[in-house]
T-cell receptor
Framework: AQSVSQHNHHVILSEAASLELGCNYS??????LFWYVQYPGQHLQLLLK??????LVKGIKGFEAEFIKSKFSFNLRKPSVQWSDTAEYFC???????????FGKGTMLLVSP | GAGVSQSPSNKVTEKGKDVELRCDPI?????LYWYRQSLGQGLEFLIY????????KSGLPSDRFSAERTGGSVSTLTIQRTQQEDSAVYLC?????????????FGPGTRLLVL
């Protein structure tokens, strides 16, 4: 079975700090990888996705993620966070043999102004 | 265009009662998914529909849970004889077509509280 691990459950940063959220998955074959974000009171939104090609993926709002196949990782990064980035972030993976997404448990990011 | 919509937004029910949750997918999307989001548990897959194929029910936690999708569009998730542990946010997602390089879009969810 595929599984997804997000290393940090809670992260607290000051504005302008750099962000890196870890995500590792267990599936060994070809995967599709996603980061979703859930802002307070809002529904899940797609932040970025990786299907194939360039392993460095750029998403909305200045976020990017790097797929490192050898490490089974898909870490999310942002060079300088803003207060408005306060949200919960979910990593998700889908392997070709699976009909659905498997999500990590999420990382709650709090950015203080 | 309109996104995935769900109703009701919130539902409070008493233990033992049945509830129905509704999902309207994005127009033209053939795949529809139900997930459950419990506090501290992340998102848990429940059931998935692709076109007219038989649904994948592998994520349903018990036989009290069922879902149907009428006309390949609207879906209803039914929980019979609700228990307190059913309290969660139930999310619906849809995609153009299930399979390789598929992106799922989520609705706002229904927050269910079982007293």
């Amino acid at each position: 079975a595929q599984s997804v691990s997000q290393h940090n459950h809670h992260v607290i940063l000051s504005e302008a700090a750099s962000l890196e959220l870890g995500c590792n998955y267990s599936y060994g074959g070809t995967v599709n990888l996603f980061w979703y974000v859930q802002y307070p009171g809002q529904h899940l939104q797609l932040l970025l996705k990786y299907f194939s090609g360039d392993p460095l993926v750029k998403g909305i709002k200045g976020f990017e993620a790097e797929f490192i196949k050898s490490k089974f990782s898909f870490n999310l990064r942002k060079p300088s966070v803003q207060w408005s980035d306060t949200a919960e972030y979910f990593c998700a993976v889908k392997g070709p043999g699976y009909s659905t997404l498997t999500f990590g448990k999420g990382t709650m990011l709090l950015v203080s102004p | 265009g309109a996104g995935v919509s769900q109703s009701p937004s919130n539902k409070v029910t008493e233990k033992g009662k049945d509830v129905e949750l509704r999902c309207d997918p994005i127009s033209g999307h053939t795949a529809l998914y139900w997930y459950r989001q419990s506090l501290g548990q992340g998102l848990e897959f429940l059931i998935y529909f692709q076109g007219n194929s038989a649904p994948d029910k592998s994520g349903l936690p018990s036989d009290r849970f069922s879902a149907e999708r009428t006309g390949g569009s609207v879906s209803t998730l039914t929980i019979q004889r609700t228990q307190q542990e059913d309290s969660a946010v139930y999310l619906c997602a849809s995609s153009f077509r299930a399979g390789r390089e598929e992106t799922q879009y989520f609705g706002p969810g229904t927050r269910l509280l079982v007293l």
